[in-house]
């Protein structure tokens, strides 16, 4: 189907764009009373996340009531260790939890990788269905969790500020760490060429602990991974966004994305440098979402100016924090598509 606002799709590529597009990462699951309404009605996230029909009313929100260029699948990168036989649950103010976790060996031989798109296809089934509603509006980003980023909850079983059990393990059991991201990495190949058979127009990787590594630990085990997901999905452009992972930006420049993320610590010129010939994605600090509209337009103009109009899509450098007012996040988006 065409779509009737390409923008995001062809700052991707590297192609011209009018006006700079934008959306905010975790715009659909953390800022909306009508989000809070439907997940109310769910009563839980999984029960949420699992409903396609209520994934796709809440995917489809932010573009309704923000305005955004983009819609993202509701869902969570937690998933894939779900469908890899480590169920999570959803503790309230707390965060994920795995009662079950991997330590040895044998418990990686016991991780399905099967049946992924069945496992999952309550994804599917919501992209599709989202798809289907948008019609033609916007595009859909599907996304995963990046190897190593889902390797850390497998590893530690909840969220954590150092994952060094997860850390631990590299350091230790070098070659079983290989084997756990290996298989974790088959998986979200395969996972994510099924969003896209059902309907993604882009993807996203998120690596949200890419910072906690040393550069050496970085370029080991999490990098050739991402590779293997570059190099295997050439259907749609696919973003890398790697939290603070600065010392990595080079590297990450010269995989086979198309888009990489940045984070607001991560200078524009200098980025821009380090990575000349792709398009960048980011990275407002969602705290300026927090000051008055004033300050809103005046840095995201700023950010814009430095970025140019050109390979570049507008967006946080992490997701809108949940205590932000819907309104100032839509005085970001329309400083962006007034700019
Ligand atoms: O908001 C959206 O755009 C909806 C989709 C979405 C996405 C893209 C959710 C729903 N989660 C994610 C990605 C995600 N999940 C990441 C990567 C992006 C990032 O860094 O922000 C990570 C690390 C997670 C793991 C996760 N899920 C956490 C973090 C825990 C930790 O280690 O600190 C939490 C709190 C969740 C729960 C979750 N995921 C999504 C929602 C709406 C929620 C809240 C649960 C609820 O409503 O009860």
């Given at each position: 189907m065409?779509l009737?606002n390409?923008l995001l799709l062809?700052?991707a590529k590297?192609e011209?764009v009018e006006?700079?597009p934008?959306w905010?990462m975790?715009?659909?699951?953390r800022i909306?009373k009508?989000?809070?309404?439907?997940?109310?009605?769910?009563?839980s996230?999984?029960n949420?996340a699992?409903?396609?029909e209520?994934a796709?009313?809440?995917?489809?929100q932010?573009v309704d009531?923000?305005?955004v260029?983009?819609?993202i699948?509701?869902?969570?990168?937690?998933?894939?260790?779900e469908?890899?036989n480590?169920?999570?649950?959803?503790v309230?103010?707390?965060?994920?939890?795995?009662?079950k976790?991997v330590?040895?060996?044998?418990?990686?031989?016991a991780?399905?990788?099967?049946?992924i798109?069945?496992?999952l296809?309550?994804?599917i089934?919501?992209?599709k269905?989202?798809?289907k509603?948008?019609?033609?509006?916007?595009?859909?980003i599907g996304?995963?969790?990046a190897?190593?980023?889902i390797?850390?909850?497998?590893?530690?079983?909840?969220?954590?500020?150092?994952?060094?059990?997860?850390?631990k393990?590299?350091y230790?059991e070098p070659?079983?760490s290989r084997a756990l991201?290996?298989k974790?990495?088959d998986?979200?190949?395969?996972?994510?060429?099924?969003?896209?058979?059902?309907g993604a127009?882009?993807?996203?990787?998120?690596d949200?602990w890419a910072?906690i590594?040393?550069p050496?630990?970085?370029?080991a085990?999490a990098?050739?991974?991402?590779?293997q997901i570059?190099?295997?999905?050439q259907?749609?452009?696919?973003?890398?966004?790697?939290?603070?992972?600065?010392?990595a930006?080079?590297?990450?420049?010269?995989?086979?994305?198309?888009?990489v993320?940045?984070?607001w610590?991560?200078?524009?010129?200098?980025?821009?440098?380090?990575?000349p010939?792709?398009?960048l994605?980011?990275?407002?600090?969602?705290?300026?979402?927090?000051?008055s509209?004033?300050?809103?337009?005046r840095?995201t103009k700023?950010?814009?100016?430095?970025?140019?109009?050109?390979?570049?899509?507008?967006?946080?450098?992490?997701?809108v924090y949940?205590?932000?007012?819907?309104?100032?996040?839509?005085c970001?988006?329309?400083?962006?598509?007034s700019f």
């Amino acid at each position: 189907m065409n779509l009737k606002n390409d923008l995001l799709l062809r700052a991707a590529k590297g192609e011209e764009v009018e006006r700079i597009p934008v959306w905010t990462m975790r715009q659909a699951g953390r800022i909306l009373k009508e989000y809070r309404e439907v997940r109310a009605k769910a009563g839980s996230f999984i029960n949420l996340a699992k409903s396609p029909e209520m994934a796709a009313e809440v995917t489809i929100q932010p573009v309704d009531i923000l305005g955004v260029d983009a819609a993202i699948i509701f869902s969570d990168i937690l998933v894939v260790p779900e469908a890899m036989n480590l169920p999570y649950e959803m503790v309230e103010k707390k965060g994920p939890v795995f009662p079950k976790t991997v330590k040895t060996e044998t418990d990686i031989h016991a991780l399905n990788t099967e049946d992924i798109e069945h496992h999952l296809a309550y994804v599917i089934d919501a992209i599709k269905l989202v798809k289907k509603e948008l019609n033609g509006r916007v595009p859909l980003i599907g996304f995963a969790g990046a190897p190593f980023t889902i390797f850390c909850y497998m590893i530690e079983g909840k969220g954590s500020k150092t994952f060094s059990l997860a850390k631990k393990m590299l350091y230790t059991e070098p070659e079983i760490s290989r084997a756990l991201l290996q298989k974790i990495t088959d998986v979200t190949i395969t996972y994510l060429k099924a969003q896209i058979a059902a309907g993604a127009d882009l993807v996203q990787i998120f690596d949200s602990w890419a910072g906690i590594l040393s550069p050496e630990q970085y370029s080991a085990f999490a990098i050739p991974y991402i590779k293997q997901i570059c190099d295997a999905i050439q259907e749609t452009p696919v973003t890398v966004f790697a939290k603070g992972a600065y010392f990595a930006r080079e590297e990450i420049g010269q995989l086979g994305c198309q888009v990489v993320g940045l984070d607001w610590n991560m200078s524009i010129s200098e980025s821009r440098k380090l990575i000349p010939n792709k398009t960048l994605q980011g990275n407002l600090d969602p705290c300026v979402l927090y000051g008055s509209f004033n300050e809103i337009e005046r840095n995201t103009k700023a950010m814009l100016t430095a970025f140019g109009k050109q390979r570049y899509i507008a967006n946080l450098g992490h997701g809108v924090y949940p205590d932000t007012n819907p309104d100032n996040v839509k005085c970001f988006i329309d400083t962006v598509k007034s700019f």
